[in-house]
């Protein structure tokens, strides 16, 4: 399914947060947002397996939105380490709901720190899907999540230990999709970690 691109501009805790979302041609199913890895380290809406998983929803019919947080690209305020990047996810949410309707089964997904943000925020906003890839557990305080939670790890992983997402994931009894010989960065794995979310949702009605 085809999906056009526009940019957009939402007003956040710290100042106005920049995006890009992907609007399908079709009415939208569902609603999505993507969150990106770590500022610090480089992380942007435009990395690679943030794109990936962007370019993913909107191929199944979703509303889907990647942004930058507070203090990357054109996006006001500074990094905060979880709290204000937190606030940034959930304002952008809220304005996809304004925007496409509050009906709509809301999608949250993340990438490395952006798995972090994404499975904080879903504490607040309850969305019907979460969607973790290369979540970073250990180097934060990963809170527990659904246990239908779709979570995603390289096998190794040199960022994200695959043994810390096991001992965050094992006391909730938490399936784990492990890609064999797989980085951190999913490294010629993208069409895999595609497929996977694709087939996650396979006979489910978004």
Known sequence: ??????????AGAAGHLEGIV?????IPCAIAVVAHPLPTMGGTMENKVAVILAKTFAELGCATLRFNFRGVGASEGEFTGGDGEEQDLIAVA??????????LPLILSGFSFGGYIAARAAQTLKPQHLILAGPAVGRFAMPAVSPDTLVIHGEHDDVVPLADAFEWARPQHLAIVV???ADHYFHGRLTQLRDI??????GVVL
């Open 1 to 10: 399914m085809a999906a056009a691109l526009q940019k957009f501009s939402v």
């Open 22 to 26: 992907h609007v399908p041609d079709d």
């Open 94 to 103: 809220r304005y996809a709901q304004e925007q496409f309707g509050e009906e």
């Open 179 to 181: 890609l064999p010989q």
């Open 197 to 202: 979310v694709r087939k996650h949702f396979t």
